[in-house]
């Protein structure tokens, strides 16, 4: 009997110890709405390569590049469906990541592998009705990316969304722990961007007060931006920190 008690004691706690580790198991399904968007954000993209592959085998001389990325694309958008309807319950926010950057890298390299504005290899996604958002060849980002599409703006936004997705549902799951860390990171990103901006307006005047001068000035701002850079870095690894610990029992991380 003794032997009994202790075995059903153990098959309980083991049972509690189960329940606790997977009571966010389900943090993604259709009927929540994040599952929702991020589900409509994945059957958006994917109808889009189901349209951009065939596009790219109806120009002068076929994309095969670009038909290849689409098809990168059209797999990811399938795998972020799966993922938002909860079968890959273990470890959602980084399948949302994964799949987010598939999309943004391959809508990237297919954007630019079909841009050739002066040949017969134009990219008919970028034709009369999305045309291209920027014509000027001496822009930098032009220059940089080789022609800013709505496509790519468009599937890099979506891949955007994929993404705030992936952050939501690992901050959810300690929001008292992550959102004061998260807010305390915006804050630094937010100083760190206010300091740079100002020292970049006002390099012109700093120019004026001497080699010394300038030099000791420059050295106290890259102090400081290293040092709110950091900050910043730290606090948002801790936000995301906390989402890794299930709730239950377990040791909790300390801020």
Request: proline share 4%; glycine share 12%; hydrophobic share 55%.
């Amino acid at each position: 009997m003794p032997n009994l008690a202790v075995a059903g004691t153990q098959d309980e706690g083991g049972a509690q110890e189960k329940c606790a580790g997977t009571e966010h198991v389900n943090e993604l399904s259709l009927k929540k709405p994040a599952g929702l968007v991020v589900g409509a954000v994945c059957l958006l993209v994917g109808v889009s390569a189901l349209v951009g592959a065939p596009l790219a085998l109806l120009a002068f001389k076929p994309l095969w590049y670009l038909l290849g990325f689409e098809i990168v694309v059209l797999v990811a958008a399938a795998f972020g469906l799966l993922v938002a309807a909860g079968r890959h319950a273990d470890g959602p926010g980084l399948a949302l990541l994964c799949v987010a950057g598939a999309i943004a890298a391959a809508s990237f390299f297919g954007n630019q592998s079909a841009t050739n504005r002066d040949g017969p290899n134009f990219n008919l996604m970028a034709g009369p009705v999305l045309g291209y958002i920027s014509h000027n060849k001496e822009h930098t980002v032009d220059r940089l990316i080789g022609g800013v599409t709505l496509y790519l703006v468009l599937r890099l936004a979506a891949a955007g969304v994929l993404a705030a997705g992936a952050a939501w549902v690992v901050l959810a799951r300690r929001p008292q722990d992550s959102m004061p860390s998260l807010i305390k990171a915006l804050g630094f990103g937010a100083s760190l961007l206010v300091v740079l901006i100002g020292s970049w307006k006002l390099r012109a005047q700093t120019a004026n007060l001497g080699a010394f001068a300038t030099t000791m000035l420059g050295l106290l701002v890259g102090v400081v931006a290293l040092g709110l850079l950091s900050a910043a870095v730290h606090f948002a690894i801790r936000a995301f920190e906390y989402g890794r610990i299930r709730e239950g029992p377990g040791p909790r991380v300390t801020r």
